[in-house]
Nanobody, 123 residues
Framework: QVQLVESGGGSVRPGGSLTLSCTFAGYVRNTYCMGWFRQLTVTNRIGVARLIGADDSNYAGFAKGRFTISRDNARNTLHLQMNDLKPEDTAMYYC?????????????????WGPGTQVTVSA
């Protein structure tokens, strides 16, 4: 079984910070790639960040310099630290995993994903 469960979303003012967490279990622990994508109400999925192994990270242009992805294997948790949040970051954020290469999370894909956590940035 594959289990991905996100947490940490909420409402913040512009310039604020949030840390999203994704607890994973089952076969997901042996994934090739994990990451985050986000989805707005009426648009497609947009990749945010992905991590291959312990430290091979890549980010969407809008996330570079503001977001940091990390993984804690001891706690089976994936994190997304988000700083300097902007109203355009408002979306549902999903944790995703690719079991094998290639990693398509930055294209809004993934073999598995969780139910999502809402992030709202407004004054």
């Amino acid at each position: 079984q594959v289990q991905l469960v996100e947490s940490g979303g909420g409402s913040v003012r512009p310039g604020g910070s949030l840390t999203l967490s994704c607890t994973f279990a089952g076969y997901v622990r042996n994934t090739y790639c994990m990451g985050w994508f986000r989805q707005l109400t009426v648009t497609n999925r947009i990749g945010v960040a992905r991590l291959i192994g312990a430290d091979d990270s890549n980010y969407a242009g809008f996330a570079k310099g503001r977001f940091t992805i990390s993984r804690d294997n001891a706690r089976n948790t994936l994190h997304l630290q988000m700083n300097d949040l902007k109203p355009e970051d408002t979306a549902m954020y999903y944790c995703a995993a690719n079991i094998r290469a290639p990693c398509n999370i930055l294209s809004g894909g993934g073999d598995y994903w969780g139910p999502g956590t809402q992030v709202t940035v407004s004054a």
